[in-house]
């Protein structure tokens, strides 16, 4: 089968033949379809991830079919199945175990022809969605549901922010909180996706560049926040913090902006606010979030598709930050 | 009636005679007999507290005997009671709504030989503890039963750290989290308080004026917490944030050293972390709270008892730091 190939830290990613895997008791070979990058993906390419090994195949995310199975497996030859990523999450539903790996590192990933995975990490794709759309669902859409489900327990009708909608996981944080009942405004540093993130559903949205964002959409939502949902960290998340209202949940699942700023205690415990650390999800947590896509036919946005052969060009779109949506590999 | 008031800010505490207050409907007038002090009373008396008026009668604990009841009261005139210093906290158990006060300012509270209170905020005292210790119970046990029970979600077996065990929301978590089953550790300044709070059940501690003494603490307890419980904030926390295990809740009550440093989200994420900020409680959490002191013969400890006449110097005693447990005013 062809997979991309990452030969070497900093080196580009290239096609290569490599030997297609066959399945063991309780795994199913995959036949791939479709694959989205995640940021995750960049951070291993330049090195920025623990553990890293080479050469490798990446790849969290993606669609196919059932083509073969092992010995004991029963899911179906023949199925349209999305890649559950998390591998060996462990016993405990609140946090992963010792044995945790997202799938794509050190495991081969997503961006080939086929894989072969444990049958557990297979779960029926949506029908509504196209093989780009379904491609892009796992990583992104398990980390929103995660962030504003489980660890911020989201309510209808609740105010709700989410920060750098550019981002896969702030796209999947908006349509699933907006499918939620909740009302939703958005940051960006481009006016171009904010309006997008109107067009999917958002009440409004703020430049993180100008002054007092957090202040003005606090204004223009009409009161503060119940939950916010932030990839970002850095100096803004004081304005975050500032932004929670009564018993509002603040769901970080990155930094990419940094440390947060000095925060003063005592501008927190009179609100009883909960400042939630998360990380993408359980298998438990990808199937609640694959039926409630399927309830409500939402749908990843897509930026753009790329043929496998160009991968690195795949790479460079994501790493240019101009994107809207997921940056998705055909691997048919 | 005689009442410890506060004629205006940074005046010395007098004890002067004022007007018996009668109950009306749906109320109790309690003949107090012990009140604990508050870190918040001296905030109070010195102006570092929201819509201070004067003149003022503080204190927020109480213990003492229904002697009478307004018209459609149902408590027993003759009960022992203790005082449930939460005012108007709201329908919603998750946080408190915009009525909400402590008892002791602005409405006048316990620092005095009778108080008139709503019967809601009675609540029988428990037999197997004498005035002192009773009277000692409220804000400080409340805020710790929120923090460890409802905010963190304690459960039996795990590590819990508490700073700054001098004081009194500290030593009612350790107390409250060692009848829960859990193992304990905590810090201070002082290796007195710690031998003390050994003695109370602790496994063990560490000065928070010595260097690492986070990590130490993690290798003392064979692993990092689960919970931790804190009210000083400041350059420790960021010590506490490390000393947290995958899955661990931070409830934070107050913060007399000040900001935290700067924290890096990536240091958080991975560990599936809380950060839960709590003040005191709700009505329901003081009835659980009191039922399971009760059940577990649990007892606040005090550390001195001053007359009401010398109310001046038992705010000097808490203010001094040296002592452990809870400072008692006598009132009867």
Request: charged content about 20%.
């Amino acid at each position: 089968m062809r997979a991309l190939v990452l030969e070497a830290q900093d080196q580009p990613l290239v096609v290569r033949e490599v030997p297609t895997p066959e399945p063991g008791p309780g795994q199913a070979r995959v036949r791939l379809k479709a694959a989205a990058l995640n940021h995750r993906d960049v951070f291993i390419l330049r090195g920025q991830y623990a553990a890293i090994r080479h050469p490798a195949i990446l790849g969290s995310d993606g669609v196919g079919v059932v083509e073969s199975t092992g010995p004991g497996t029963v899911v179906p030859v023949g199925l349209r199945v999305v890649v559950q990523p998390s591998l060996d999450w462990g016993d405990d539903l609140r946090f992963q175990g010792s044995r945790y790996r997202i799938l794509g590192m050190p495991d081969d990933g997503t961006f080939a022809e086929a894989i072969v995975l444990p049958e557990g990490n297979l779960v029926a794709a949506p029908a509504h969605l196209d093989d780009a759309s379904a491609g892009a669902l796992p990583l992104a859409w398990l980390t929103a549901w995660r962030a504003l489900v489980t660890r911020a327990t989201l309510r209808p009708g609740e105010r709700v922010l989410v920060t750098g909608i550019g981002g896969g996981v702030a796209q999947a944080a908006l349509l699933l909180a907006t499918a939620y009942g909740a009302r939703v405004w958005v940051t960006s540093g481009d006016d171009a996706k904010i309006a997008r993130a109107v067009e999917l559903g958002a009440c409004g949205g703020a430049r993180y560049d100008q002054p007092d964002w957090g202040g003005r959409l606090v204004r223009e939502a009409g009161g503060p926040f119940d939950v916010i949902v932030d990839g970002a960290g850095g100096e803004g998340f004081g304005q975050l913090v500032r932004a929670l209202g009564m018993g509002g949940r603040l769901a970080f699942y990155g930094g990419t902006d940094g440390r947060w700023p000095a925060l003063l205690p005592q501008f927190l415990f009179f609100k009883q606010v909960s400042l939630l650390a998360t990380t993408m999800g359980s298998p438990v947590e990808f199937a609640h979030m694959v039926a409630f896509v399927a309830e409500h036919q939402l749908r990843p946005v897509v930026d753009r598709v790329f043929p496998l052969a160009e991968g690195a060009a795949a790479f460079a779109r994501l790493e240019s930050g101009a994107q809207f949506g997921k940056v998705v590999l055909d691997l048919t």
